[in-house]
């Protein structure tokens, strides 16, 4: 749709006029999830969309990014997208490679990483994420990869970001199963479960920006992506959707750098 | 002292119908030419434990040869579903296959626990999350220290692991690197184990972060040049991405999947 939009202002544009750039809701977010790494940071990241993004901000803005994968590899720098979490390509440009354990009991679990950056195939109003069924545990309709490193990263990490298109059948009001804990239900999930980190502080998706509301947790609206509206957002939410009660934040649309950038990124063997 | 033998004594020999067996490899130095020899060999009945099951055991379970799964992310890294995992959870087919389902660090520490000769593992994980209502071997255990709940994890002694190194010396001593997994807590909690090698070499020379898993501590070696693919060997071959892809086709289709095993256990 957004596609749709620019190439019709593009049109319609005075020749003489500065270029609407033409780019898609995918491509938003992936921008928009970049920017919202800071340089330095220290990153674990998930394949796919974050991995993405991560990458994408390390040639950006962020060029002391840290990236650590969960098969290992500490401060990777590849110059390709990995495939998978441990492509060859991430061991050969990591600072080091430790073992699994290593990664979860002495690098994830103490809190030595910012920011954990995931995504999921349910998002619920406070944010927990489902990446095991869709229906009953036993009889589920969709039997999704399950778990991986994610609980452990989304209880451990300073804090998450989560990265997902934003559909209705995704952005639900109680997940089926839940996998990796947001805020669970009540402001003081959190503490009461003994996680320590301070859970998913924003979710980017292809239309807008949602983060947690200071007193209950439940996820609103603080942003909206170009030629979006709050009705589309509610639209795909499958919760009642608040907005923020500041003003919200218009998000810039992507530079040309920043589409070069991600354009320019190519996957492993593709 | 591990002895040196050709995979197919190997496999007869270390694994039996009913045995409980770890695979690892974490992406890297992923065990495929054991895995199908266990599938050529028609092994039946095997609790298959791996974190990532991925493609080698899709093809194992598609075969029959697990009743029981224990793992902790079982996709197509990057690409999809394992579709043979699906068909066999949904319908049986060709076999029931039962799970037992666990995160990526309660795996971990399953491993080290079991490595290390203890009854379980200790964690913070799980809190809060649906997982221990569906996996009894997931449960709690309070600190004597400080009072903390924390989670336990049953230790994992698989009867055999097997994984899959670079190279080996002749006798028997295993050096593997890159991306090591958890292929070194695997062999240390199994009760027989089995290594696959690139190569065999008159002598180890040492290389940076390898790991080194002594001859005494292993049964068998076996070469199995390119016995990792299409997963890959670092410093050997890389990862057959295009073959990820492809595979999905493959195990999206009963009749697909069915020729290939055909080809694949063809004299």
Redesign the interface.
Known sequence: MLTELASESSVLSEPAAAPVLDYTADEMMSVAAARALRDGAVCFVG??LPSTAANLARRLHAPSLVLIY????LDTRPEEL???????I??DSAL??I???E???YW??PGRIDVGFLSGAQLDRYGNINT?VIGE?DEPSV?L????????IA??CGEVMIVMRHRLRAFVEGVD?????GH?SAPE?RRR????GAGPLRVITDLGILEPDPETRELTLTGLHPGVTVEQVRAETGWPLALSPEPLIPTPAPTTRELEVLRSLR???? | MAEIKTLTDAISELVHDGDSVALEGFTHLIPFAAGHEIIRQRKRNLTLIRMTPDLIYDRMIGAGCASKLVFSWGGNPGVGSLHRMRDALNHSWPVPLKIEEHSHAGMANRYVAGASGLPFGVLRGYAGTDLPAHTDTISTVTCPFTGETLAAVAALNPDVSIVHAQRADRAGNVQLWGITGVQKEAVLAATRSLVTVEEIVDTLEPVPGAVLLPSWVVDAVAVAPGGAKPSYAHGYYERDNAAYRAWDAVSRDREKFSAWLEELVAP
């Open positions: 394949i796919g969960e098969s290992g590899t990995p495939l998978s979490i441990g492509d060859g991430l061991a080091t490679v073992s699994v354990p990664v979860f009991n994830l679990q095991t545990y039997r990869p399950g778990s991986g490193g994610a609980p452990e209880a451990s199963f839940i996998t990796s804990v669970g999930d479960l003994g996680l320590t996957t492993v063997g593709q």
